[in-house]
């Protein structure tokens, strides 16, 4: 008896095999693999790339909110959520940026207190010179 030979594959099946090698392939890059692990010095994430910038800028004798305005824009652009990063959200990763790997970050712990202080309170301009007074007409 002859070997037989296999059938092909009905249209139907083809259709299902097409299906699931499209949806296999559009999945797998956001699938991460355990060997596809980043390191800082390679590619920063947003709050990594923050943190390089705030800490060489401190280390270069910019004042903290020059500093932290430079950070803060490169991580609400960099950010790749659906919602804007909060200005809290963002100084907390650039600290754990700093505390996972503070040899990368050489220095920089001591500037890590100025991005949790509360900005002064600034005087409004013209409130003590009545400019807030009804004048009648």
């Known amino acids: ?5 296999p059938l092909p594959p009905s249209p139907r099946l083809r259709q299902g095999m097409l299906r699931i090698a499209l949806v296999a392939t559009a999945c ?7 060997s596809q692990a980043q390191t800082p010095e ?10 390089q910038i705030y800490c ?8 903290h909110q020059v500093s ?3 950070a803060y824009a490169v991580i609400k652009r960099q950010s790749d959520k659906l919602f804007k990063t909060s200005p809290e959200h963002a100084a907390v990763m650039i600290t754990e940026a700093v505390v996972q790997n503070p040899s990368v970050y050489p220095d920089c712990g001591r500037y890590l207190g100025d991005l949790f202080s509360k900005p002064e309170a ?3 301009a013209g409130s003590s ?5 009804k004048v009648s007409p």
């Open 42 to 51: 390679s590619t920063p994430s947003a709050g990594g790339k923050g943190a």
């Open 129 to 133: 010179s009545g400019a807030n007074k």
């Open 68 to 70: 932290w305005d430079a």
């Open 56 to 63: 060489f800028m401190r280390n270069n004798g910019n004042s």
């Open 1 to 5: 008896m002859a070997p037989s030979l």
């Open 122 to 124: 600034k005087p409004e």
């Open 28 to 34: 797998l890059p956001m699938a991460s693999l355990p």
